[in-house]
């Protein structure tokens, strides 16, 4: 016969005060118990520890439910446990990177007993090269990428040989090293956990000595693999993966894909624990007068070397002679962005094939730096480009991409992974600006607000506007929904028109005749009654391109209504040349057959602005076209109504 | 059977088995009760799980300065605690008798059980234990 006359209900809830009242209901059905819904009563003590033994039971099974798999997992250790069987290895911090000149001269001989004669022109350091940089109030150390040759340049003003070397790339991070000796005795069960969090797993070496008493093999360095293809019994590999507590395990081969390690091998892992972002944009104030970066022989890391020992360390420069300061330092792959990406690495199988593909990609191996990112077809672009694939980044820092970071995605992200007939190229991002400019009826009578408040509300709330709904790829801007929202702002805003011009910014090579395509990518209106579009003012030569024994004069070019482009004297209107340039307004394709921009320090900027009207209120973006509000140039006029008009 | 004829009925948790049928005894109506009494004055803050509320305080306010306003306090907190988990009793009343030089407090709570007449009384003698 059953205890109780009542059945314990179906499972339906894990919360101690449910499973208790189950209980006590079940209870209810009998007589022998009389007292277990009193609260102090012995059987309400026991019903207690029960229900929540039975709620701990439930909550710990739910909790290995959920860590068991991607989408539901909340530990870390779990999502990376579980994103490692889809093959995928979320990435570890990553070191900014640097590229700079650097040129030494050793007159009281501090470093001579490093430098290595490689040939009868090429000197090498040996050891790690060091460089520091203090930006920001700390200290930040970047380490030579490659081993660095330099060359015999010549001598100092003080007769002592300068040594020099172009281009060496550095990487943030402090370089460690952590030593393990291998033990099986006890069974093939020995970890080899690096203990260091902010480890760049591109840093990674490893060195294995036979023994402790003997030295072989302590210069080989063994290669990091990521798949089992190629690897051989004998191959000297080492595998990298994240662990728990986000630590990272070096683990080798087994005998039959890459070679084992034998008992008292000493395994030596050297590896730089950087700083992630935080080291990003150091030297952007780097100057022959100021450098920002010093070098410290590996002889003395901990301490500072005299500086006679340096000549100089420059960064290199941009096209328009600034400084490329350090960029691509990221912090360490986000859970979220893992769930994301380890089913989506999966689906390409770290093959970049489809459009998709290269986006998926490139955002988790560069997302710490990309705002937004796009890619198209050659097939689609204007003209037509066939076998290459364009993407455009738009970067979280800056407008555009450096030629490093361009190199870095084309060459050392995509090269290896896409389809051998097919060019990856990265372009920039190209900005289309657009300036609104609403006409407001406001109805005075029953509105509360002053017309100065209500222009201030509005243009903030265009602003907002423009940040949430543009400023990425495939963002298009639609005047009808902005104007649907500032209606709602407040009902007594009776009627809202807008007014809309765009611009584009022309960044010229100076001091050279050149050919620019502007594409607004829209059909175009006129400005005013004739033209279509003008330039901002710039400098250029007077009569005609090329003619360097003109004078320089300011100038700017319009349209005729007809689709010729003219340059003008801005001091006197005159014409200058009749056919500079020429413009479809249906394409929005703006051409100027040979423009000379000159450099000039009258003008406070670096840039020409080209000004137009879309034929339509909306305005669409294509491609690499990003459509960003004009924050600057947001204008609304209010006008009062006060009295109804029949 | 037999205890269709008590109306409380409970476990008793020293679990000391009957020496002769081995079984663990129950306790029935008063002493039911006064069990459950001797449960709830010794319960402190959060020793029952998600109802940090049942606390008679005692364990705490023993470590207090022992004076006229603690012996109060500590009969209001029983009397207390009493009234609102124990719906069995009622006319509640707490008289606490200190023996200083024994180290010992001895707490009577007289109570009386709803549909019996008679007043009943159950005595706690709190002793130093070193």
Redesign the interface.
Same mark, same amino acid.
């Given at each position: 016969m059953a205890l109780s006359e009542k059945q314990l209900q179906a499972v339906n809830s894990l919360d $101690? *005060?449910t499973i208790k009242e189950d209980l006590v209901n079940y209870l209810s059905g009998q +007589? *022998? $118990?009389?007292?277990y819904d $009193? +609260? &102090?009563? &012995?059987?309400s !003590?026991?019903l207690? !520890?029960l229900?929540?033994n039975t709620h701990h039971m439930g909550f710990y099974a739910n909790m290995l439910a959920n860590e068991s798999f991607l989408d539901s997992s909340l530990l870390r250790g779990s999502s990376v446990s579980i994103a490692k069987s889809l093959g995928y290895n979320p990435r570890s911090r990553r070191g900014a990177e640097i590229i700079v000149d650097v040129r030494l001269s050793d007159p009281n001989n501090e470093i001579s007993d490093l430098i290595t004669r490689v040939n009868s022109k090429q000197f090498r350091i040996v050891g790690n090269e060091v460089f520091r940089s203090s930006f920001g109030g700390e200290n930040y150390f970047f380490y030579a990428v490659e081993t660095v040759y330099f060359e015999y340049e010549g001598q100092d003003g003080n007769g002592n040989p300068l040594i020099y070397a172009r281009n060496v790339k550095l990487r943030e991070g402090r370089l460690k090293t952590k030593t393990f000796i291998v033990n099986n005795q006890f069974g093939n069960d020995q970890r080899f956990i690096i203990p260091d969090e902010n480890l760049d797993d591109r840093s990674v070496r490893v060195f294995v000595r036979k023994s402790q008493t003997e030295s072989e093999g302590s210069t080989d360095i063994w290669t990091r693999s990521t798949n089992i293809i190629d690897n051989t019994s004998t191959s000297k590999v080492f595998f990298l993966q994240e662990v728990y507590d986000g630590k990272f395990e070096v683990y080798f081969g087994d005998g039959v894909v890459g070679q084992p390690l034998q008992q008292g091998n000493v395994v030596l892992v050297s590896y730089a624990s950087c700083s992630g972002p935080e080291a990003n944009n150091i030297g952007r104030s780097d100057s022959a007068t100021n450098e920002v970066f010093s070098y410290i022989p590996s002889s003395a890391q901990n301490s500072d070397v005299s500086s006679a020992v340096l000549y100089s360390t420059r960064i290199l420069q941009d096209d328009r002679g600034n400084p490329i300061a350090s960029y691509g330092g990221q912090e360490k792959e986000t859970q979220v962005s893992m769930k994301f990406y380890a089913p989506r690495s999966y689906e390409t199988q770290d093959r970049a094939v489809t459009l998709n593909d290269y986006i998926t990609l490139l955002q988790k191996n560069y997302s710490g730096s990309i705002k937004s990112i796009h890619a198209w077809g050659g097939e689609d672009s204007v003209p037509p480009e066939y076998g290459k694939v364009f993407i455009s980044v738009r970067p979280r820092v800056g407008l555009f991409l450096n030629t490093q970071e361009k190199v870095l995605i084309e060459k050392s992200i995509l090269d290896e992974k896409n389809v051998v007939s097919i060019t990856p190229t990265v372009v920039d991002a190209d900005y289309l600006y657009i300036s609104p400019s609403f006409t407001l009826k406001y109805d005075v009578r029953t509105g509360q607000r002053t017309i100065q408040s209500l222009e201030n509300l509005v243009i903030t709330y265009v602003k907002n506007f423009g940040l949430r709904n543009l400023a990425a790829f495939e963002k298009n801007f639609y005047s009808g929904s902005l104007i649907r929202n500032i209606l709602e702002i407040d009902n007594n805003i009776k009627s809202c028109t807008v007014d809309i011009e765009m611009n584009k910014i022309l960044y010229p090579i100076f001091n050279r005749s050149y050919s620019y395509r502007i594409n607004f990518q829209n059909a175009l209106s006129p400005l005013s009654r004739t033209e279509y579009i003008q330039s901002s003012i710039f400098r250029t030569y007077g009569n005609s391109p090329n003619a360097s024994n003109l004078p320089a004069i300011n100038a700017y070019f319009k349209d005729n209504g007809s689709g010729k482009i003219s340059l003008y004297n801005n001091d006197n209107q005159s014409l200058i040349v009749d056919n500079y340039g020429s413009v479809d307004y249906t394409t929005g394709l703006v051409t100027l057959y040979s423009a000379e921009f000159l450099l000039n320090s009258d003008l406070s900027t670096y840039e020409v602005k080209i000004f137009t009207k879309p034929r339509n209120e909306d305005v669409l973006s294509a491609r690499e076209t990003i459509l960003e509000m004009n924050q600057e140039n947001i204008q609304v006029l209010v006008e009062t109504v006060s009295t109804v008009r029949m | 059977m037999a205890e269709d004829t008590y109306r409380y009925s409970d476990l008793d948790l020293d679990f000391l088995p009957n020496p002769i049928t081995r079984d663990v005894p129950l306790k029935y109506d008063v002493e039911a009760v006064k069990r459950s009494i001797k449960n709830l004055v010794f319960t402190n803050k959060y020793e029952r799980p998600f109802k940090p509320e049942i606390d008679s305080g005692i364990n705490r306010l023993l470590f207090e300065n022992f004076n006229t306003i603690r012996v109060v306090t500590i009969q209001s907190r029983i009397e207390d605690v009493i009234r609102n988990y124990e719906p069995r009793v009622t006319e509640v009343s707490v008289k606490m008798t200190d023996s200083v030089d024994r180290h010992t407090i001895i707490i009577d709570i007289i109570f009386r059980v709803r549909n019996i007449p008679q007043l009943e009384s159950l005595r706690i003698e709190l002793q130093r234990v070193r």
């Open positions: $101690f *005060k +007589e *022998k $118990f009389q007292d $009193f +609260e &102090g009563s &012995g059987m !003590i026991l207690d !520890i229900a929540y | -």
